[in-house]
């Protein structure tokens, strides 16, 4: 099932993008929101089906920059103010902040295992090697756990 708005931060775009499964956020969400700040930072095209949509509470968003980086300050804020949203951080501090707004949150790892369960990717464990093979930190008792919420033997 299809959750309806999701709002992606920069790490998420571009951990996708560099292991080539950026369509899982497409496949997954019905809309898929960035800021333009988030779109700047990302530095790539950015695919037709994701919509740029600026902020509107400017003084929250500056609030969050003494906490966070500019584009989590962004997603945040956008969350926020966007009803029904799920935001993708992978920041363990961002992540605590939303929790702390009230805001439904979950990360790159999570959108690869509702792929998963969804039927939209044959394997988690397949993706998910393909993450620990980039720069970003993961260890391998969370890709066995996220195998094993994704249905799949560890």
Known sequence: MLESLVIADTSCLILLSKVDELDIL???YRRILITPEIAEEFN??????????????KQLQRLLEDSLDLGESTALTLSFET????VILDDLKARKIAVKLGLKVTGTI????????????????????KISNTDFRINSQL???????AGELP
């Open 26 to 28: 497409r496949a997954n």
């Open 44 to 57: 790539q095209d950015i695919p037709d089906w994701i919509e740029v949509v600026e902020t509107k509470d």
């Open 143 to 149: 890709i066995d756990e996220a195998v094993r919420q």
């Open 83 to 86: 009803e029904n949203s799920t």
């Open 110 to 129: 999570g959108v690869v295992i509702k792929a998963k369960l969804n039927g939209t990717i044959p394997s988690a464990k397949t993706i998910l090697d």
